[in-house]
Nanobody, 116 residues
Framework: QVQLVESGGGLVQPGGSLRLSCAAS????????MGWYRQAPGKQRELVAA???????TYVDSVKGRFTISRDNAKNTMYLQMNSLKPEDTAVYYC??????????WGQGTQVTVSS
C-alpha cells in the first residue's frame, strides 16, 4: 500500500519554473516505478515523465529538455522540475506509483497553470 501526496503546483508565468513533489508513505518506495501524468481540460491524461526503480528517466517529447524527473528513495519522494514552462503545460499533474503492473497508486493531483 502506497499513499501519494503531491505539492508544488501553482500559477507561473511563461518561461518560469515550478518544482513538483510527490511524497510517498505506507510501503516500500524504492521498488516502485514512478511517473508524472497530466490532464488538461478536454484532453486525455498523458504520461509526462517516468522514472524506474533504478533511476532511469523517460519523457514525453513535448517536455524533453525542459522537465527533469528525479527520486530520492531515502526521503520516499519523487520530484518533477519544470523549467521554461509554456501555457500548454497547464494541467492537473498527478503522481503515480507502479510495481510490476500489479500495484498502481495515484496522488490527488496538483494544478499547474502557466499564464501571463
Amino acid at each position: 500500500q502506497v499513499q501519494l501526496v503531491e505539492s508544488g503546483g501553482g500559477l507561473v508565468q511563461p518561461g518560469g519554473s515550478l518544482r513538483l513533489s510527490c511524497a510517498a508513505s505506507g510501503s516500500i518506495f524504492s521498488i516502485y516505478a514512478m511517473g508524472w501524468y497530466r490532464q488538461a481540460p478536454g484532453k486525455q491524461r498523458e504520461l509526462v515523465a517516468a522514472i524506474s526503480s533504478g533511476g532511469t528517466p523517460t519523457y514525453v517529447d513535448s517536455v524533453k529538455g525542459r522537465f527533469t524527473i528525479s527520486r530520492d528513495n531515502a526521503k520516499n519522494t519523487m520530484y518533477l522540475q519544470m523549467n521554461s514552462l509554456k501555457p500548454e503545460d497547464t494541467a492537473v499533474y498527478y503522481c503515480n506509483a507502479n510495481w510490476r503492473s500489479k500495484f498502481d497508486y495515484w496522488g490527488q493531483g496538483t494544478q499547474v497553470t502557466v499564464s501571463s
